[in-house]
């Protein structure tokens, strides 16, 4: 069973300049959720997606937006890139999203993002 | 909101030996879900246990296992016979079932094993 699957794993962007970064969940998982980590504010919650719904979503200035395909995929976008988007993003999937909390997420192994 | 502390930036423990990983939580919620997340150098979060709040007793999986002090909020993980292989970063996480049920992650501890 294939694993929860980001692109690109490594990307340099500059200043100004938006970014597109992709995750596809496991088969069956319709919950993927989006986080930013750093070495100084550690793992905080982007977003989350199901089915095709934006469910939830973090404390990030409106730059930073994401959508979800019909076969579950989803992407992230950064526009306006700024110095301290520089980070590890994680797309994470679960099987459900309400009511199913419990299952906890399967991780990606991330994309890096560092802007020059 | 709810809140996650990890104590220890830092933990270091010899091979084969055990170690304990404290985590603290914050919340008024009486049902969720705890998490002990590993993220080796590969980058890749991987799930190591999970507990449910409303159940007393404490979850365990092979050298794995917690101490869930549900009136002390407190949910420290325990690694026995340290292998190498566990050398990362451990981060506690807590989920709720409820609406805006993101994941709440601590700072992380870093662990190292020696040989």
């Known amino acids: 069973k294939a694993g929860v699957t980001q692109t690109p794993r490594y990307l340099i962007k500059t200043r100004g300049q938006q970014v597109t970064l992709s995750c596809s969940p496991i088969s069956g998982h319709r919950s993927v959720s989006w986080y930013q980590q750093t070495p100084g504010q550690g793992l905080q919650f982007l977003f989350e997606y199901f089915s095709e719904t934006q469910r939830n979503k973090g404390n990030f200035p409106g730059r930073f937006s994401g959508r979800q395909f019909s076969n579950s995929r989803s992407e992230m976008n950064v526009s306006t890139l700024e110095l301290g988007d520089s980070a590890l993003y994680l797309c994470a999937s679960s099987l459900v999203a309400t009511g199913g909390a419990g299952y906890g997420y399967t991780f990606g192994s991330g994309t890096r993002l560092t802007v020059v | ?115």
């Open chain 2, 1 to 115: 909101a709810q809140t996650v502390t990890q104590s220890q930036p830092e933990m270091s423990v010899q091979e084969a030996e055990t170690v304990t990983l404290s985590c603290t939580y914050d919340t008024s919620e009486s049902d969720y879900y705890l998490f002990w997340y590993k993220q080796p150098p590969s980058r890749q979060m991987i799930l190591v246990i999970r507990q449910e709040a409303y159940k007393q007793q404490n979850a365990t999986e092979n050298r794995f296992s917690v101490n869930f002090q549900k009136a002390a909020k407190s949910f420290s993980l325990k690694i026995s016979d340290s292998q190498l292989g566990d050398a990362a970063m451990y981060f506690c996480a807590y989920r709720s079932p409820y609406n805006n049920n993101d994941m709440r992650f601590g700072a992380g501890t870093r662990l190292t094993v020696k040989p």
